[in-house]
């Protein structure tokens, strides 16, 4: 590297799911507390960092993904990453610039942005060798989104609080699953909205504090397929499918397909499809693609957070 090259980081960060979504009373905040079961699957963003005099953002990705979505201003989470990491270590006019090359869909309800979120604080951090500690970085993600200090953790973890607050579980499995994605995105807040209204509508108003099911906990020690599938729910199926009625095809065509189950991820509208294995996986794979859905890949979870890819030392 010739001395005038300026030096870069790349980072890849892996979308998450939630194997179990309990979601519980709106606070006076806003936010729902949630008892939630993370896992990170091998659908990935990677975002590389350069020094540079003002920050700014560049986007590519696969050929699947929707990049007139994602913004390229200040509002791009992965510049606040980027602000929130010079604030705290007193920095001043210190920038960066930000390219992100997107293979997580945007707005599907994988946390794509929060995967982007965490790796830019990964990759700054290694670029200027900050050496930030673990719990600081955990609580600056914290800050950014409730699902960024899990980007940063990866494999699986229990999540409570608004979802910032992450434990890891016991999951000996090797689980394969379908990503079912859709043409449009849905919002996050919209579908919490749904949920407080559905609450009101439908039910007397009160909303139980969510609990992890000890089945699910228990399947995952396991790597019990079977107990998996039997274990796994998302309080926010109900709410995504009143703001998005067609999804409930892509849950008949996932069981007419021969999925163990069919979960909603997230916030939706992506679809997870359980398999026993990636054989079985790719059987299922096909039936879908019969079936009119393009955008389905067979992935293998858990895997890593955030980790560094290439490093300037
Ligand atoms: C649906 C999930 O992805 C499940 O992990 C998360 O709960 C959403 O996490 P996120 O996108 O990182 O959300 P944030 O950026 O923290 O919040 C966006 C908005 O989602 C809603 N929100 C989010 C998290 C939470 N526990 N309760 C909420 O009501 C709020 O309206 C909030 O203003
Ligand atoms: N780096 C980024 N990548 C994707 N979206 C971003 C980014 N920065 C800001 N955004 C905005 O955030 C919105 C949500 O995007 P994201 O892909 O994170 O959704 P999501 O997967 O549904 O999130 P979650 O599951 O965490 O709620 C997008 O519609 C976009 O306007």
């Not at 090359?101 to 830019?120: E, F, M, N, Q, Y």
């Not at 909205?193 to 439908?202: G, N, Q, T, V």
Request: hydrophobic fraction near 45%.
């Amino acid at each position: 590297m010739s001395q005038q090259e300026a030096r870069s980081v790349t980072v890849r960060a892996p979308a998450k799911i939630n194997l179990f979504l309990g979601v519980g009373p709106v606070r006076p905040d806003g936010y729902h507390p949630l008892a939630t079961v993370y896992q990170a699957i091998a659908l990935y963003d990677d975002v590389t960092v350069t020094d540079d005099e003002r920050w700014s953002v560049q986007l590519t990705g696969e050929s699947r993904i929707d990049l007139a979505e994602v913004p390229a201003d200040d509002t791009n989470i992965a510049i606040r990453a980027g602000r929130l990491l010079v604030e705290h270590h007193g920095l001043g006019e210190r920038a960066a610039r930000i390219e992100i090359h997107k293979g997580i869909p945007v707005a599907g309800g994988l946390a794509g942005g929060s995967a982007d979120a965490a790796a830019t604080l990964v990759a700054l951090d290694r670029l200027w060798d900050l050496q930030t500690p673990d719990d600081e970085l955990l609580e600056l993600a914290g800050r950014l989104g409730s699902d960024v200090p899990f980007a940063l953790l990866g494999g699986t973890a229990a999540g409570t609080g608004r979802g910032e607050l992450v434990e890891p579980v016991a999951d000996t499995g090797s689980w394969w699953w379908l990503v079912v994605e859709n043409d449009e995105g849905l919002s996050t807040p919209a579908v919490y909205a749904a949920f407080d209204r559905l609450a009101h509508e439908i039910g007397d108003g009160t909303v139980a504090d969510p609990i992890i099911p000890p089945a699910l906990l228990a399947a995952l020690a396991e790597g019990d397929v079977a107990g998996l599938a039997a274990s796994v729910g998302n309080h926010l199926t109900d709410p995504a499918l009143l703001l998005r009625p067609d999804l409930a095809h892509t849950f008949e065509d996932a069981e007419a397909a021969g999925a163990l189950v069919a979960l909603l991820s997230g916030s939706g509208p992506t679809v997870l499809l359980l398999c026993e294995s990636m054989a079985h996986a790719h059987i299922v794979h096909r039936e879908m693609v019969d079936k009119g859905h393009t955008r389905v890949s067979a992935v293998p979870a858990p895997v890593s957070g955030v980790h560094v890819v290439t490093s300037p030392w």
